[in-house]
């Protein structure tokens, strides 16, 4: 294909197929939410349905993309268009991520101290005697209603001290987080150098990286609910501080498949060139995402 | 799928496919143009039944016709409807069709995600209306859905409404990438950035603030169900969080949000304006900046929708002037509009005449905004139905005539015939009146103290909802004309030629009547 030609796909039926893998995946997911007191209701056959279109729209549709490619239909302005819309994608992702910090920030700074009777807006609260006796920490371990309506957890998250540094899974979790996208940096260089079997090692690396992290992050969560009574019931910190690492844990979920889907195609189907393999970095891209946003986490949600 | 590998060299020389599957399976940036203009304007009529459901109800003092129940589910979807389904999509439907025409490209850049994009859209919305049949009804809180109205005393149906806007949103980033892409990415050589069009400027900007604040959209109503469902207390006081966050984070997508629906309104006006009158658009590089300076600034002033929460009062001032230094690009533009007909050898086709109404009844808007944006004011005009004709008029007579002006404006490039231009101008007429006999003594009304979203009000404001009421039925009905002059200009009528206008400019005028299926096969040479 010469470079004065534009590239034109044919028709396809993916798009259509998505989209009411869409609607059956939100319409089960909202009757199952609806239907949770009810344990007869059939809901969430409908999500399972929709879940399964779902991933098998994504794997034909994807297939496809990459039989295109590597028959070499591509023109090098579509290569660009795939490049430019990962990047905007993951910069919806950031200002998704966004909405959760500066709610975050909001109740910190002004939300909780307010309901304590501090500062202009404070005073109106105290005056009128609401939440009386609420004192204003954070991690708030004590709800405003004292526990009337949430259960209050025994213990936070949060920075426990030097002394007690090496037992704070948090710590160990930004340790393997930090690690791995030094490894998907490596495999990058690897695969750069034409040198398949670092890529593939230290890809695989990366993959174990974020299962430990995942893992440890599934340890923390028992830990929380089962040791410490911190669950999403436990007022504004349980809220924030499950919201936050719960999304991120999704999205490292989310990272790490795509990162064993492109080891995999790397291992069985030997895809990839040096000069031409967007769809790892595409997945490195957002594997670095998921990583920057994590340190955010872990220096707002964990350390401060 | 090999066999189709092979065959989609030879596939631009084809025309599109014959029937059902051509819509459902297209990636041409045509057909799904027309798919998006198609739905939004099926939007426009629903979100206007239910606009009329209101105005019915609204005609005398007391309850006449529907329920107060009904009447906040009218309110509410009325609102989400005609901003989701019927402005959003119009815009997307026309970026489609003439973004690629006009930078000189093939087609949209990810032509099969642009499907996508649209066709999640009849699905969502298919869920959204559904909610009215379900027990406790459609929701009931009001376009923004302030918690806790939405959250601890929702209908069980906000779930849906909520996987609902979650899609509707999904459609929006999807369109917006692909628009940015298209335009960072495919434009024709010789098409630099400061040689684009105004309207796919606009768009570029516009499409940056989709991407920006849709998924914060997206983490309101994520929190919202978390709250409602899964115990935790965002926006609630008493487990730490504020229902007054959920306003900010509302608005914090709210704002972008509006001029989301404004920036290509913008741009289309531009053109028209240009065209007829026949003389070179007023202060190209200066409409770029001041468009690309209100999309900075809106995301610094949402909290002006909120000035009698109880902000500090340092937030106040801040927002105060903040919004108010909006009305200094916005005044660049309206300069500029009116210095471009200035001395032009004008002429009043029915685009022309939509685009002059733009231009004054959106100042009319964006006047009573700025008397909203001073803080001591909004304390009196808040909520009352001063607000209502605000809003109204920077998107009936704004967002709504753009689009009509842009249909009337590009529809003989699109089917190859000319409109009727005497019911052009006379459904130009009668919407013009419409609107204004609507929207105009909602003003009077609103300073009088009338507060929005009751179906009942007191004696004194009998008259003037009399009066509304009875434009709201006229412009809704000169709506359907609107359909009728479109549907017979599609079937036939006079053969427009290639350029259309004697003074319009552009790639687009430099293709045939109809564009070809496929417009460009090879990059246009551009000057």
Known sequence: MSAQTYYVPEQSRFPIFMAVSLFLLVMGASSTINNLDNPDSNSSYILYAGLACLFTTMFFWFRQVIKEHLAGLDSNQLKTSYVYGMAWFIFSEVMFFAAFFGALFYVRSFAVPWLSGEGENGVGISAIGLWE??????PVMTTPDKGAEYALAEKSMAWPGWGHALEWLPLWNTIVLLSSSVTVHFAHIGLKNGDRKKFNRFLGITVGLALIFVGLQAAEYYEAYVHYGLTLNSGIYGSTFFMLTGFHGFHVMMGGFMLAVMLARSVFAGHFEDHDHFGFEAASWYWHFVDVVWVMLFLFVYIL | MSAVIENHHDDHHHGPAKGLTRWLYTTNHKDIGTLYLWFSFAMFLIGGAMALVIRAELFQPGMQIVEPEFYNQMITLHGLIMIFGGVMPAFVGLANWLVPMMIGAPDMALPRMNNLSFWILPFAFFILLSSLFMEGGAPNFGWTFYAPLSTTYAPPSVTF????????????????????????????????????????????????????????????VTMMLMDIHFGTSFFNAAGGGDPVLFQHIFWFFGHPEVYIMILPAFGIVSHIIETFSRKQLFGYSSMVWAMLSIAILSFVVWAHHMFTVGLPLAAELFFMWATMLIAVPTGVKVFNWVATMFKGSLTFETPMLFAIAFVVLFTIGGLSGLMLAIVPADFQYHDTYFVVAHFHYVLVPGAIFSIMAAVYYWIPKWSGNMYDERLGKLHFWLSFIGVNV????????????????????????????????????????????????VLKTVMGGKKATDQVWEGARGLEWTVASPAPYHTFTTPPKVD
């Open chain 1, 133 to 138: 006796g609420f004192e204003s920490s954070w």
């Open chain 2, 161 to 220: 409404f909520i996987f609902s806007v979650h899609i509707m949103g999904a459609s929006s980033i999807m369109g917006a990438i692909n628009v940015v892409v298209t335009i960072m990415n495919m434009r024709a050589p010789g098409v630099t950035l400061m040689k684009m069009p105004l309207f796919v400027w606009s768009w570029l900007i516009t499409a940056y603030l989709l991407i920006a604040v849709m998924p914060v959209l997206a983490g309101a």
């Open chain 2, 438 to 485: 609507t929207f105009f003594p909602q003003h009077f009304i609103g300073l009088a103290g009338m507060p929005r979203r009751y179906p009942d009000y007191a004696l004194q404001f009998a008259d003037w909802n009399m009066v509304s009421s009875v434009g709201a039925f006229l412009f809704g009905v000169s709506q359907i004309l609107f359909l009728f002059i």
